[in-house]
């Protein structure tokens, strides 16, 4: 029997299933903390399938896959910056994310980095906070022209 989630290493053939499931996490849960006008820049300016897929090139990177099919996935740069994590609008609150950063914490304690640093939104900042990341600052970035709020958080790694 399979277990009912299944974590492995990225490979690049998912980098089509993890845009998507990012694109339909941004819309449709993301979209709780921010406008319309801000989800479609975000998602657009994710929509690129080359340039998105070639930044998990060099990355740790995690997927958790259930019943064969992508429900998450995670990266982070060789110097400790979580690039994305990002669950299935239809598998939140299903402890993906905390396999996930499991992994992403084990690898950043076995290369011996100091600290995770993120720019988490405002959806996903709860979940950060509860994982021991201290918000350093509150930002607004631009993404295709329109601002939006996130935050620069860090985690020490011991």
Wanted: positive net charge.
């Amino acid at each position: 029997m399979r277990p009912a989630f299944e974590l492995r290493e990225f490979v690049p053939a998912d980098g089509d299933a993890c845009r998507e499931l990012f694109c339909e996490t941004v819309r449709r849960v993301n979209s709780s903390d921010y406008s319309q006008v801000q989800i479609l820049a975000w998602v657009n300016a994710g929509m690129a399938p080359e340039p998105w897929i070639r930044r998990f090139d060099g990355n740790f990177a995690y997927v958790v896959e259930h019943n064969g099919a992508i429900v998450g996935f995670v990266d982070m740069t060789r110097n400790g910056y979580l690039d994305r994590l990002f669950v299935s609008p239809d598998h939140q609150r299903k402890g993906i994310a905390t396999l996930l950063m499991n992994a992403i914490e084990s690898v950043a304690r076995n290369n011996r980095l100091s600290r995770i640093h993120t720019q988490a939104s405002i959806t996903a900042r709860p979940f950060f906070l509860s994982r021991g990341f201290k918000i350093v600052a509150p930002q607004t970035v631009e993404s295709r022209g329109v601002e939006m709020t996130n935050f620069i958080m860090e985690l020490k790694v011991a």
